[in-house]
């Protein structure tokens, strides 16, 4: 073990800078519990170091500008998953009883190859199947697209990211040319007058962010578009700025507003349209009938709110600096591509993008979410963000991995339809999983476990016994953050290294060497090297030339603390900021595209209606279900409701529900509660609360079987994006634990 690493937490796309030590070379610390990051500050924070008394490493805050010092309760606590009793450190067989027991690896390999020769013999190539994760490595994501590809010669590959950032990508494609989540350095929103953020919960999934809005909130321009009045929203209050609450899925309509009052109060910049953009004429038609009155009986936001919003916004972009932000709340929906279109219309109108101090952005949610999309671990993609109809990548691809064109399979098909494919006869039959647990994280769970279990063969490489490992029929240990190196690109578009502190428990491999060895076992064309350096080097070579370049990148200069902007070709020095001269689009102006609700949502009027009817119901009350995040927990929990100080703190879901909803029902604070609809039932305590709409309920989705959020979201999908509709579910809340248990399939091993 090195007596210290210089690193990045392992958990959110801020990939905070922390700095992981030997305990015995420190002196002793507190132990984790409270935020040194709890609300906005407007200096940088200095963090003590903080060991955790069973952790092999201290964690401290390392100064980097995205942090600044801090991590949050996640990452003070990261290490300690380092070395849990419950780590899987050598392979696992599933027996006809149903018990994982341990194998070596040579036999693990063999019962793998014969999986996958079996299923390319009965069914053909496209009967294997890759699910990826928006956390591994570039390393890892470049060469899991390649060995889908070339050494399982399949075109089933998708991601768990197609269900975070997939319509934000899609809509910045559309408009722009190029999809990085920020086009912009974190730190230039500290000087921005006013930030409108639409549903994102920063202060909440990523504390450490909330600095950077303090600018804003001391000007009075910190605006939050949320259901709930969750804790960013809060930061809004004492002249903060703004919190508007539309009704769940009528974001669309409330941009169509704003953008509606900016066209007709002429807060348009005029010149900026004229020069650096296309298509305004039908945008200004696309929205005429949005009028302010019109909106706010759509999404219950009052018609003064929309108008004010929307010369705050414009006067902020002609003197202090304006920046729109669009998170998950927004684009999980079926409509999501078009909501983040609206967004980037709004921004456009204003002159926003590629200006010197304004700009319009999304915020990237895993930790190597922004990565993880650009080096073909997504269905329709080719490394350095190339697509794998163009023949051109196609020919560039081919020639960087020695390979004929031919054997590059074509494009594949987006994760809820991979998933929904498991086991069926013309589907997927034999399943690599890598850094995903889709019974939890997937939509409609249920029939994902379902599909999970008809599989011939599952394979899920882990650390942890997760939901989807305990339905495995291999579970293969993998290493830690702290245990392997590599590169992250954070939410910034910044590549990042990640730098090995420890070595990771006898009998745990990196998913490069297991790729290597199984590369060779079938037979597989071009070369797959277990190096992380090495995979990085052809990375560099396989995205050159691509919208995604990180040609002129390397380890040396990352090791020397350089910031790396992607694109960044051989020779140059990189891009913090895009589309300062032009777009990326041939004629190097902005799309605008017009869009409108495709889709009915309750207008304002029907919510109230549904509220006076609450308890007519035999099923319960009828309601909109929203899902989302805590502070202690990351996705799908398997790794944080193991680290105990923060599962102390939020040891189960709970359901929130305005006191008048619970009212109607006969339900109290701490009572048990059935949520229920078509797809499944849930039964948690609620927790009540004035900060949420009275016909909105919500649940957060980082808990397993009974409490499992996504056992009641729809399997729905936004038809440009492939994105879920994780965020408006039509439910009925009842008193009581229901017949939850009936309708949940039981998990084996879970935790």
């Not at 392992?10 to 709890?38: E, F, N």
């Not at 040579?106 to 013999?121: G, N, S, Y």
């Not at 910045?172 to 930030?195: C, K, N, V, W, Y």
Request: hydrophobic content about 40%; proline content about 7%.
């Amino acid at each position: 073990m090195t007596k210290s690493a210089d690193t990045h937490c392992p958990y959110c796309a801020l990939q905070c800078a922390m700095t992981l030590t030997s305990p015995a070379a420190l002196t002793p610390a507190p132990q984790p519990g409270s935020d040194p990051v709890a609300a906005p500050a407007a200096t940088p924070l200095e963090a003590p170091p903080v060991a955790p008394l069973d952790a092999p490493l201290a964690v401290s805050g390392r100064d980097f500008p995205t942090n600044r010092g801090g991590l949050c309760r996640k990452g003070w606590t990261s290490a300690t998953l380092l070395n849990h009793t419950g780590r899987v450190t050598e392979p696992l067989l599933k027996g006809a009883d149903g018990v994982h027991r341990p194998i070596g690896w040579d036999e693990a390999l063999e019962l793998i190859t014969a999986a996958v020769k079996t299923a390319r013999a009965r069914y053909g190539a496209d009967a294997v199947g890759v699910f990826g994760g928006g956390g591994l490595t570039n390393e890892k994501a470049y060469q899991l697209g390649k060995f889908a590809r070339l050494a399982l010669g399949t075109s089933r590959i998708d991601y768990n990211g197609r269900f975070c950032m997939s319509s934000a990508a899609a809509a910045g494609m559309r408009a722009f040319g190029l999809d990085r989540g920020l086009p912009f350095p974190l730190e230039d929103l500290d000087a921005a007058s006013t930030i409108l953020m639409l549903g994102s919960n920063v202060a909440e999934t990523m504390p450490p962010f909330v600095q950077h809005l303090q600018g804003a909130r001391d000007a009075g321009g910190l605006i939050v578009v949320d259901p709930r009045r969750s804790a960013t929203a809060a930061f809004t209050s004492d002249g903060g700025g703004l919190h508007l609450a539309p009704l769940p899925g009528t974001d669309l309509a409330l941009l169509l507003g704003l953008s509606h009052v900016v066209i007709h109060e002429g807060l348009a910049d005029v010149d900026y349209i004229t020069a650096r953009t296309t298509g305004y004429d039908a945008l200004v038609r696309s929205v005429a009938s949005f009028w302010p009155e019109r909106v706010q009986s759509l999404t219950g936001v009052p018609a003064s709110l929309i108008r004010d919003t929307a010369r705050r916004l414009a006067d902020g972009a002609r003197h202090g600096g304006s920046y729109i932000l669009t998170g998950r709340g927004v684009e999980q929906h079926v409509d999501g591509t078009d909501t983040a279109t609206a967004a980037i219309n709004l921004s456009l109108l204003l002159g926003l993008p590629g200006s010197a101090r304004s700009g319009y952005g999304t915020l990237t949610g895993q930790g190597n979410g922004q990565g993880g999309r650009e080096h073909g671990q997504k269905a329709d993609q080719l490394p350095g963000y190339r697509k794998i109809t163009d023949p051109a990548a196609r020919a560039h691809m081919a020639t960087v991995w020695g390979v004929p064109e031919a054997l590059i399979p074509g494009p594949g098909i987006p994760a809820v339809e991979l998933l929904k494919s498991l086991g069926q006869p013309d589907g997927v039959r034999c399943l690599f999983v890598h850094g995903a647990n889709v019974a939890v994280s997937a939509p409609d769970a249920n029939a994902v476990i379902k599909g999970l279990r008809s599989l011939d063969f599952l394979v899920v490489c882990d650390f942890f016994l997760s939901e989807t490992a305990s339905e495995a029929d291999l579970i293969l240990p993998v290493t830690q953050w702290a245990e392997e190196e590599g590169t992250l690109t954070n939410l910034e578009g910044r590549v990042l290294r990640r730098r090995r502190a420890i070595a990771p428990p006898p009998g745990v491999r990196t998913e490069l060497w297991i790729m290597n060895r199984l590369a060779e076992a079938l037979d597989a064309p071009s070369t797959f090297s277990e190096d992380p350096e090495t995979v990085f080097e052809e990375l560099r070579l396989a995205s050159a030339g691509g919208l995604a370049d990180y040609s002129g990148i390397d380890y040396a200069m990352l090791d020397r603390g350089e910031a790396a902007y992607w694109p960044y070709p051989a020779g140059s020095t990189g891009t913090p900021r895009l589309f300062l001269g032009s777009f990326a689009h041939a004629h190097g102006r902005a799309v605008f595209t017009p869009v409108t609700p495709r889709r009915r949502t309750p207008s304002a009027a029907d919510a109230a209606a549904a509220a006076d009817r609450a308890g007519t119901d035999q099923l319960g009350t009828a309601m909109t279900l929203i899902t989302g995040r805590l502070m202690e927990h990351y996705q799908s929990g398997a790794q944080t409701r193991r680290v105990a100080a923060l599962a102390a703190a939020q040891p189960e879901a709970r359901l929130q529900i305005h006191p008048a909803a619970a009212s109607a029902q006969g339900i109290a604070e701490g009572d048990y509660v059935s949520i229920s609809n078509e797809r499944g039932e849930v039964s948690c305590r609620a927790e009540l609360s004035t900060d949420i709409r009275p016909e909105t309920v919500f649940l957060p989705f980082h808990f397993p079987e009974l409490e499992s959020a996504n056992r009641l979201t729809e399997a729905a999908t936004d038809p440009i994006s492939g994105m879920p509709e994780f965020k408006t579910s039509k439910v009925w809340v009842r008193p009581g634990a229901g017949d939850a248990h009936a309708n949940v399939p039981q998990m084996e091993g879970a935790s």
